[in-house]
Structures are given as C-alpha cells and as structure tokens.
C-alpha cells in the first residue's frame, strides 16, 4: 500500500538541498570539469558526479571523489549493492564535503548487473533498502536514490510502488525517476534510454500517492519550459543530454525555474569565466581537450557554431593547445 496513511513524516534528515533542477549523472561525461562549467551558468542547479562504484573508491588507486569547491551543491553517485562497502563510501563522501548521496538503481548495462547493481536492484527492494539504512546510519546528509519504473516485465505500478514502499521505509525520502522501464537484456545503454516509452503519468502519480515524499522526475527533458510544466505536479526535474549537448539552458535555470534575480550570462562570458580555469588546468599539467570536450556545446543554435565545434575538435587535442586554441575557435565563428 502506498505511504498515504502514514501519518507522520519520515524519520529522515531535513532535506536542505534546492531540488528544483539538477544534472543527471552521466558516464564520461559529468566530470568535474563539466561541473565547473555548469555552475557558472547556474548557482542552484543541482550537479551530480558520474556514478562511481564502490570497488574504485574502496580499493581504486586514483582520487575517483576529487572536485572543485565551486561545484557546491553537490552529490555523488554510488554504484554498488553491498551495504557495508556503500556506508565505507557514503561516509568518505561526508568527510570530503559532499551535499549527498545517491544511490544507482537505474543503470541497465550488462556490466554493471553482473557487478549486481543499477536498475537490476529494483528485483531485490530489501536489499537496497538495507543498503539506504546502512548509509543513512553514518552520514548526515540526504542519501537518496534515483531509479526506473520498471524493469522488463515488472513494470506494473504496483511494482513500483512496493518499491518505492520498502526503500522508503528504511528512511530515503527523495526519490528521481526516470520515467521508463528498463529492459535488463536486448537493449544497449543508449537504447534504455530511448526506446522504452516514457510514461510521465505514472510519476505524477508517484506524487499524488506519495506526498510526503521528493520526487523528481528525468528523461527526455529538452525545455525548461518542459521543466516548469513537470514543476506543477513533482519537486524536481532532472535534465540530462540536454544539459550536456545544449549547456547554454542553464543559464536562465536560475531566474525562470528558481525565481533568482541572478544576472544571466552571455555566452562569451561564460567562456570569458572558464579561461582562468582552463589555465590553471594547463598549468597543473593537463590537456585543453580534458576540458573543451565539455563545451562544444556553448554556441549551439548560434551562426557559427559549426565552425566553433569543428576548429576545437581539430586542434585542442593537439600536444601543447593553448588557451590560445580557444580564442581562435571563437573567432572562427565570425570568418566569412
């Protein structure tokens, strides 16, 4: 039965964080030098590193949780489905200053079912759950959990929400939805993410039957006025490859989504505030792609973007591009 009869609220931590925009934790690609980027644009989006198993922290030989203190507010994302090695990673995450938590069971690749995490997870509701209290136990802030509809034949509401009943009874009160079922065999990552239907009804739903929750809904948000209609009946909307392809949305998220009086930056100024970053990272050793692979996107939609995009993937891999390369690239748009 859905959680309408429960009279009290949930015995969990006071949810501070600013839910109404977030960044969907995407694979290769929300790095902290995207974060970075991101956050000129928008001062109350919330951002959310790529999912980082619990193996590569526990046992990883790299700095897999290292950011920049700019990227405020900001959560990781845990894959993994052992309560002990999530509440080691979840309490490395508080004491390095992260804002959250979040736990994947949305994931469909093969890879990571037989690592027994992601969407595979909605199959055993017990078990994350017990996971969900084993990090809750050790940190302070919000562990959360972001999750599908459904899983190959198991998609039925009722399915969900004896899920959803389960978790948040082991104190996880926010929930992101990605409003598709996941199909665990047949289909591609890529192809999860496009070929099963969304179905935006049944998170509404989700909602109307859970009040007392945060549900936030993603998947094939392209507009933040597609965002502000989601608004009228869910806590949050999180935006993926649209945030990523199409970066320069952000900019307004503030003023129309989260009623800001912040300035809007134009998008060379945005590029103007990404230089002393882009050199600072040059300076320390690191390659300009590492960084303009995340901002082709800034001119989308804009005369010249095309010749933006091409001169930057022509010559910012090359050994030694410099912040030059950049400056080049922008004038490039203006060349007959």
Not at 4 to 17: A, D, G, R, V
Not at 147 to 175: N, P, W
Not at 302 to 331: D, K
Request: aromatic share 8%; proline share 4%.
């Amino acid at each position: 039965m859905p959680l309408t009869h429960i009279s009290e609220p949930l015995t969990t931590m006071p949810n501070t964080i600013n839910r109404t925009f977030s960044i969907a934790p995407m694979l290769d690609w929300t790095d902290r030098h995207y974060r970075y980027f991101a956050r000129l644009m928008s001062s109350e989006t919330l951002l959310y590193t790529e999912m980082v198993t619990t193996g590569a922290i526990i046992h990883g030989k790299g700095d897999y949780l290292a950011y920049n203190q700019e990227e405020h507010p900001l959560a990781l994302q845990l894959g993994g489905s052992n309560a002990t090695d999530l509440a080691t990673c979840a309490k490395i995450a508080a004491e390095r200053g992260y804002d959250e938590v979040n736990l994947n069971v949305g994931c469909p690749s093969d890879r990571v079912q037989s690592g027994r995490f992601g969407a595979c997870l909605m199959a055993e509701p017990q078990l994350v759950a017990e996971c969900v209290d084993a990090m809750r136990s050790v940190v302070d802030i919000p562990v959360t959990v972001k999750t599908r509809i459904g899983i190959d034949e198991q998609d039925s509401y009722e399915f969900l929400t004896q899920f959803i009943d389960k978790v948040a009874t082991a104190g996880c009160d926010t929930f992101i939805i990605h409003a598709r079922k996941a199909w665990l065999q047949g289909l591609s990552p890529k192809e999860n993410r496009e070929i099963p239907e969304l179905d935006y009804e049944r998170v509404y739903q989700l909602k109307r039957d859970y009040p007392k929750l945060s549900i936030s809904i993603n998947g094939g948000v392209k507009t933040l006025a597609e965002c502000a209609s989601h608004l009228e009946q869910l806590d949050g909307v999180m935006v993926g490859r649209e945030a990523y392809q199409n970066p320069y949305i952000l900019a307004q998220v503030d003023q129309l989504l989260c009623g800001s009086d912040r300035p809007v930056l134009s998008r060379d100024a945005v590029l103007e505030k990404m230089i002393p970053y882009m050199e600072k990272h040059l300076q320390q050793g690191g390659r300009l792609n590492h960084i303009t692979r995340h901002i082709t996107g800034l001119y989308q939609g804009e005369v010249g973007s095309r010749a933006w995009r091409r001169y930057l993937s022509e010559n910012a891999h090359r050994q030694g591009a410099g912040i030059e390369v950049i400056h080049q690239a922008r004038e490039s748009m203006t060349l007959k």
